[in-house]
């Protein structure tokens, strides 16, 4: 668990963006608007001529997207962001910005599913092909390397949890001269900042912790000036998958409080991981804070892991019981949530694979939110006991 200290000045998420305008509002105003008119004809040609850069379309540049950006930009610890409309939409802006038909990109295994299938159907159609590996093998990686374009990480892994030493999957990258991106989802900048850790490009799926109230889907990238330049030339204005002002808007009410929640989530994700270990229904927990070291890089761990019953817990009758873990899917916001393995496993989308992500038939994943951990735990232990 963290030491409590904050990598980041807390107080700069805090502090009104809006000092001298707007009546001093302690809360931005939204920029909610689709066009920013010009005075006059001069005004227009020297926006259009690129001398004077404003706002002319939202789908371009627009003030509240442009807020949440910065933000974003410094807690990664990064020149520069990009908003998008969701994970998915940075996530696929991100990749098709460094990749032609011929390359070849490198994964870990066990990524989202929904970028596995982006890997496995609109990639493979543009004739890119992807190497998996498992991030935990740093020689299995380096042998995949030579001749990609794009490293693509996630760490820890989604359902399973597999915790990678970003900063040495990194430089493997660095050498080769291959494009790093990481999914940074469940850490959050709170936990780990990739670009610390010599990763190129940093991906969010906003949806989760950044929002963390379970009432935005947006995606963020962030990177060094140069490559974030690459992606807003062409990817960002032209698959247009734009982050609205209104949810750039919650997004930045939500980073206020991201460092509190994430050490809240921790605390007790934490607590609940070590009483399933404990407890004789439960044959592992997958949750990266009972291995005896995290991973170099990350400093804490957040809300959401998964565990995998022994046999003959009727897990839909554990499910079923629950009354303040609800049922479904996402995570990253206020309220608890689980996920049975054997429903995700009759998905039917393609493609899909349950060796792909790791999911055990008798897995449980559980988002542990903020309604304290003795009621989420009571709620567990009544929930055992009428399935087994
Ligand atoms: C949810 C999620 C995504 C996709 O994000 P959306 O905002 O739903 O498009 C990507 N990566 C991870 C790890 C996620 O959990």
Not at 64 to 87: I, N, Q
Not at 233 to 257: H, M, N, V
């Amino acid at each position: 668990m963290s030491d409590g200290a904050i990598p980041f000045d807390a107080a700069s998420l805090i502090v009104a963006h809006d000092e001298g305008n707007a009546y001093d509002a302690v809360v931005p105003p939204i920029a909610q608007t689709s066009l920013f008119t010009f005075n006059d004809y001069d005004e227009m040609i020297a926006s259009y001529r690129g001398e004077k850069v404003r706002p002319i379309y939202t789908r371009g540049l627009n003030p509240t997207v442009r807020m949440f950006e910065e933000m974003l930009a410094k807690l990664e610890t990064a020149e520069d962001a990009l908003g998008f409309a969701s994970g998915m939409s940075a996530i696929s802006s991100a990749v098709l910005s460094f990749v032609e038909p011929g390359d070849r990109i490198v994964a870990v295994r066990h990524v989202y599913p929904d970028a596995f299938r982006l890997f496995g159907t609109i990639l493979q159609r543009m004739k890119i092909d992807v190497t998996y590996v498992d991030g935990r093998d740093e020689e299995a990686v380096a042998r995949a390397l030579p001749g990609a374009k794009v490293f693509y990480m996630e760490s820890p892994t989604s359902w399973v949890m597999e915790a990678h030493d970003v900063g040495a999957l990194a430089a493997l990258a660095k050498q080769h001269g291959v494009v790093s991106m990481i999914d940074n989802s469940w850490a959050s900048p709170v936990f780990q900042q990739p670009i610390t850790l010599g990763v190129d490009l940093v991906i969010h799926s906003a949806s989760k912790y950044l929002g963390g109230h379970s009432d935005v889907v947006a995606g963020v990238v962030a990177g060094s000036r140069e490559l974030i330049a690459r992606i807003k030339a062409e990817a960002y204005p032209y698959l247009g998958g734009k982050l609205s002002p209104f949810d750039a808007w919650l997004l930045i009410r939500g980073l206020r409080t991201l460092p509190i929640r994430m050490k809240a989530h921790e605390a007790s994700a934490l607590q609940i991981a070590r009483r399933l270990n404990a407890h004789d229904v439960v044959e592992q927990v997958c949750h990266p804070g009972l291995t005896n070291a995290l991973p170099p890089g990350l400093t804490g761990t957040s809300g959401l892991f998964s565990f995998i019953f022994r046999e003959g817990v009727d897990i839909r009758a554990f499910a079923d019981r629950l009354r303040l873990f609800k049922l479904g899917v996402s995570w990253g916001g206020h309220e608890s949530l689980i996920v049975p393995g054997e429903v995700v496993l009759q998905q039917k989308a393609q493609p899909n694979s349950a060796q792909t992500f790791g999911i055990h038939a008798r897995s449980v994943r559980l988002h542990v939110g903020l309604e304290g951990t003795e009621a989420l735990w009571s709620d567990i232990e009544q929930a055992i006991a009428i399935a087994t």
